[in-house]
């Protein structure tokens, strides 16, 4: 069945990777690469079973198409998955295993980090790979994605906040932030220099903590969060929390934050629009890691990477507007955007312009 799905999902290649000798199951999807590699992380996580993994690399690669293209990337879309548990399971063979496969595909799939991986493993990747990003600053990476991620979702936020208030000034209203991991203690830091009221919750306790003692924030119980009386809504830890049992409990008129998949179906994110609450759509919000890693391929400049995370402003603002005017949800809107782009980037390279050198260069022998 695995052709039929792929028609489905659009995919263009599945590569699964085994070596016993490393302990190494991986899978690694490349969606399309009309705009260019497919960069997306490699995610490592004990699956329950294959078809699991299968589902989570063809769903996390196929957003990855779609965070590049609405972001104005020359990238494609791809993720890998190793089977496997992070605590138990990692070795430098495994790492260097997986390397060499992701070399095997030549550049046409590009990794970096995801959950369950970090720069230490990226190290033995990068032994076996060059088409890899996400690596340590000494080897001229750009270290951890979560500041700029942070960053690129406050830069998404100012634009929620002057469509639906008139205005950016991110101190004046009140957010209910879910999780404050690497991503959230960044984002509610921001979010509290501005001098924003800042509700947290998080199942890490000295996460939370954290937020309260170093931040000021006020923190609330797991399941509260649905229930404060806030402006905005910011998911930052898991997906699919904005879903039938949350949204009638849902007081913001904003839903912004760096959580991807937050909308459980597209039923919801229809019923989010029809109670006037505005939705910022994740992949565009969160785009801030990918465009820091992204580049990483031509030479990591952190200058601009900061130039760069204010483009998410005004793909949001764009978003908006294709929504208002279409008369669509915003997270059909922010589809049918990365959709134009790649039609239209692709079809530029469809007339063949000739080159200095002959193109063939093949049957040699
Ligand atoms: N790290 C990045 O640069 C980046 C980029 C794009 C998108 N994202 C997305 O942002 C989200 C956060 O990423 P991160 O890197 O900060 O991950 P993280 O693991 O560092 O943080 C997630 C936090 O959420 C908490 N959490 C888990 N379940 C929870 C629950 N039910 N209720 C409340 N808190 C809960 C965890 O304890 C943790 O503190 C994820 O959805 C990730 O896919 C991250």
Not at 36 to 41: T, V
Not at 181 to 191: P, S, T
Not at 196 to 222: H, M, P, S, W
Not at 321 to 350: H, N, Q, V, W, Y
Request: charged share 25%.
């Amino acid at each position: 069945m695995i052709f039929e799905t792929l028609a489905k999902t659009g995919h263009e290649e599945v590569v699964f990777c085994h070596n016993p000798d490393a302990g190494l199951k991986a899978i690694i999807a490349i969606h399309n690469t009309v705009l260019g590699p497919a960069l997306g992380g490699t995610r490592m996580w004990p699956y329950a079973t294959e078809q699991d993994a299968v589902d989570d690399v063809l769903r996390l690669s196929r957003g990855m198409t779609y965070k590049a293209a609405v972001s104005g990337l020359n990238l494609g879309g791809g993720k890998a998955v190793i089977i496997g548990d992070p605590n138990k399971d990692k070795s430098e063979a495994l790492f260097r295993a997986f390397g060499r496969f992701v070399n095997s595909l030549n550049g046409r799939y590009i990794t970096a980090e995801d959950v369950g991986i970090d720069v230490n493993d990226m190290e033995y990747v990068f032994r076996e790979t060059e088409f890899v990003t996400g690596v340590h600053q000494v080897h001229g990476g750009s270290g951890d994605p979560s500041p700029f991620t942070a960053y690129g979702t406050v830069q998404g936020l100012m634009a929620a906040l002057n469509v639906k208030f008139g205005n950016e000034d991110v101190g004046r209203y009140s957010y209910a932030v879910q999780g404050v991991g690497h991503v959230g203690i960044e984002f509610v830091k921001l979010l509290r220099e501005k001098g924003a009221k800042v509700f947290v919750t998080d199942i890490n306790k000295d996460a939370v903590q954290r937020a309260v003692d170093e931040y000021g924030c006020e923190a609330v119980g797991l399941d509260e969060i649905y229930d404060v009386d806030c402006d905005v809504y910011s998911p930052t830890a898991l997906g699919g929390t904005v879903n039938a049992s949350t949204l009638p409990r849902l007081k913001c008129k904003i839903i912004c934050g760096a959580a991807n998949n937050q909308l459980a179906n597209d039923e919801i994110g229809v019923e989010v629009e029809k109670r006037g609450i505005l939705y910022a759509p994740d992949y565009a919000v969160n785009a801030g890691g990918l465009m820091n890693v992204s580049l990483e391929i031509d030479g990591y400049n952190r200058e601009r990477a900061m130039r760069m995370m204010r483009t998410i402003y005004y793909n949001l603002g764009r978003i908006f507007e294709i929504s208002k005017r279409e008369g669509i949800p915003t997270f059909r809107a922010a589809d049918r955007m990365a959709e134009e782009r790649i039609t239209s980037i692709g079809k530029l390279k469809l007339p063949h312009l000739g080159s200095a050198r002959p193109q063939f260069m093949g049957r040699k022998g």
